[in-house]
């Protein structure tokens, strides 16, 4: 009589466990297409949100940089702002104040201002 009251216990303390084992059985997958179709969902999603606009940036960057000319007016990534007095391969020559020159690699422009900006500030 106590083994059939373990018994009968036992099963009634499984019986959650293969209640969702049959649901999740039953359930199934997706199949080979609509794994495509989610992959190549993702990767259109991937490719509009990161993939694109990042090319496009570097791509408008890559411009700027070699667009740049003496008399030209920019504005440093870290916010310093003058006019170019040298423009070489892979560095140019800022002059921030008056007789006060730096020189600052080319990747580091961040944008370039319209003519008499630097009366303005």
Same mark, same amino acid.
């Given at each position: 009589?106590?083994? /059939?009251?373990?018994? /009968? +216990?036992? =099963?009634?303390?499984?019986?959650?466990? =293969?209640?969702?084992?049959? #649901?999740?059985?039953?359930?199934?997958?997706?199949?080979?297409?609509?794994?495509?179709?989610?992959? +190549?969902?993702?990767? =259109? /999603?991937?490719?509009?949100?990161?993939? @694109?606009?990042?090319?496009? @940036?570097?791509?408008?960057?890559?411009?700027?940089?070699?667009?740049?000319?003496?008399?030209?007016? /920019?504005?440093?990534?870290?916010?310093?702002?003058? @006019?170019?007095?040298?423009?070489? #391969?892979?560095?140019?020559?800022?002059?921030?104040?008056?007789?006060?020159?730096?020189?600052?690699?080319?990747?580091?422009?961040? +944008?370039?201002?319209?003519?008499?900006?630097?009366?303005?500030?």
């Amino acid at each position: 009589m106590n083994t /059939i009251k373990l018994l /009968i +216990a036992g =099963l009634l303390s499984a019986m959650p466990a =293969l209640a969702m084992a049959q #649901d999740a059985g039953a359930a199934g997958g997706m199949g080979v297409m609509g794994q495509v179709i989610f992959f +190549a969902g993702f990767i =259109l /999603i991937f490719y509009f949100l990161i993939w @694109r606009p990042q090319s496009k @940036r570097a791509k408008e960057h890559k411009a700027l940089m070699s667009g740049l000319n003496k008399g030209d007016e /920019i504005v440093t990534s870290g916010g310093v702002v003058g @006019r170019i007095t040298k423009v070489t #391969d892979d560095f140019i020559v800022l002059e921030v104040a008056d007789n006060v020159e730096m020189k600052v690699q080319k990747v580091a422009v961040a +944008a370039a201002l319209p003519k008499g900006t630097l009366k303005d500030i």
